[in-house]
Antibody
Framework: EVQLVESGGGLVQPGGSLRLSCVAS????????MSWVRQAPGKGLEWVAN????????AYVDSVKGRFTFSRDNAKNSLYLQMNSLRAEDTAVYYC?????????????WGQGTPVTVSS | DIQMTQSPSTLSASVGDRVTITCRAS??????LAWYQQKPGKAPKLLIY???SLESGVPSRFSGSGSGTEFTLTISSLQPDDFATYFC?????FGQGTKVEIK
């Protein structure tokens, strides 16, 4: 059974930092592109970042470029999202997700999400 | 940037109804489109990919169609478990969602 378990969310002041983690199991982690997708309270879904199988290719939504860093450790089946210079508009539930193998960005499996609140 | 527009935003329906949700893209990317179902407090679930391919384990009452800039998700006979919010997605852009509620 595929499992994705996020952690690391919480309350942080504007300008602060958080590091989210996602531990994967039940599939060949090193064969999948992976993503972070977020959802602000009561709002829709927003893609945040992608990373390829070995971590050599990354892509970010414009609003987080230069502030967020996506990385992975295939030996630990883990993903990390380092979030710096956090803003109120980064408040959301953050989900890690697998990208369906096949060359198109379909988000196949999702974790349960970890909430991030940026507020003073 | 691509814009995805779903309609309606809210849909009231009864068990057994045939339900159709539409998603329009501001640009054409062939059949690159997915549909997700999300229930309150839960992660989204992939239902349809490549516009019309049913994800494994998803009931056959769900179907997708369309190409270019207009796509539809159809639920042939709405079941109690189907009351949820549905999102379309093309490339890395999601629609704003359609809430299917009990009439």
């Amino acid at each position: 059974e595929v499992q994705l378990v996020e952690s690391g969310g919480g309350l942080v002041q504007p300008g602060g930092s958080l590091r989210l983690s996602c531990v994967a199991s039940g599939f060949t982690f090193s064969s999948h592109w992976m993503s972070w997708v977020r959802q602000a309270p009561g709002k829709g879904l927003e893609w945040v970042a992608n990373i390829n199988e070995d971590g050599s290719e990354k892509a970010y939504v414009d609003s987080v470029k230069g502030r967020f860093t996506f990385s992975r450790d295939n030996a630990k089946n883990s993903l990390y999202l380092q979030m710096n210079s956090l803003r109120a508009e980064d408040t959301a539930v953050y989900y890690c997700a697998t990208i369906k193998i096949g060359g198109e960005d379909y988000f196949e499996y999702w974790g349960q999400g970890t909430p991030v609140t940026v507020s003073s | 940037d691509i814009q995805m527009t779903q309609s309606p935003s809210t849909l009231s329906a009864s068990v057994g109804d045939r339900v159709t949700i539409t998603c329009r893209a501001s640009q054409s990317f062939s059949s690159w489109l997915a549909w997700y179902q999300q229930k309150p407090g839960k992660a989204p679930k992939l239902l349809i990919y490549k516009a019309s391919s049913l994800e494994s384990g998803v009931p056959s009452r769900f179907s997708g169609s369309g190409s270019g800039t207009e796509f539809t998700l159809t639920i042939s006979s709405l079941q109690p478990d189907d009351f949820a919010t549905y999102f379309c997605q093309q490339l890395r852009t999601f629609g704003q969602g359609t809430k299917v509620e009990i009439k």
